[in-house]
T-cell receptor
């Protein structure tokens, strides 16, 4: 089955700086890669996703890149703000998302004022 | 739409008791997923349904776990008998096959004493 590795487990950055979270996956058949944000005690919420036919996708301060050859994808957050503090999860799926997601272990992002 | 609805939000029970968790997916969504979240194992897929039919239950940890979806608007996850290691947050999620985002419910925090 699919295996998703996520690094780092904790990331502390100064407010206004950029944050980068990296994930690798094992199954070359995976074709859908969402990122979820989870605040303490809340549900995971999708913030951005990318499919295997696209190399990069951007939405305001958030961007995701995908390298299919190397089987890794990354989340980039620019101009970080206090409300970006949360746990971020990457995930992979081979069914285009209409099947179960395999999640990474999560990155606790801390924005220092 | 009210989003994915789960009940109860919190459940405390004693070892050996039967536990039933409930989920109402977003109306019109034809995929329903059950996930479990723990500190040690992160977010894990337990089982998912398409059009009320179980598609993949390989993530169900033991025979003590069972899930049903009698109709398009209701699913249950049952644990019988429950054990302390079943303590976790259980999330239900649903998606529309044409889009792919999985929308998570608020979760049920289960504590087995």
């Amino acid at each position: 089955g699919e295996n998703v590795e996520q690094h780092p487990s904790t990331l502390s950055v100064q407010e206004g700086d950029s944050a980068v979270i990296k994930c690798t996956y094992s199954d070359s058949a995976s074709n859908y890669f969402p990122w979820y944000k989870q605040e303490l005690g809340k549900r995971p919420q999708l913030i951005i996703d990318i499919r295997s036919n696209v190399g990069e996708k951007k939405d305001q301060r958030i961007a995701v890149t995908l390298n299919k050859t190397a089987k890794h994808f990354s989340l980039h957050i620019t101009e970080t703000q206090p409300e970006d503090s949360a746990v971020y999860f990457c995930a992979a799926s081979w069914g285009g998302g209409a099947d179960g997601l395999t999640f990474g272990k999560g990155t606790h992002l801390i924005i220092q004022p | 739409d009210a989003g994915v609805i789960q009940s109860p939000r919190h459940e405390v029970t004693e070892m050996g008791q039967e536990v039933t968790l409930r989920c109402k997916p977003i109306s019109g969504h034809d995929y329903l997923f059950w996930y479990r979240q723990t500190m040690m194992r992160g977010l894990e897929l337990l089982i998912y349904f398409n059009n009320n039919v179980p598609i993949d239950d390989s993530g169900m940890p033991e025979d003590r776990f069972s899930a049903k979806m009698p109709n398009a608007s209701f699913s249950t996850l049952k644990i019988q008998p429950s054990e302390p290691r079943d303590s976790a947050v259980y999330f239900c999620a649903s998606s529309l096959s044409a889009s792919n985002e999985q929308f998570f419910g608020p979760g049920t925090r289960l504590t087995v004493l």
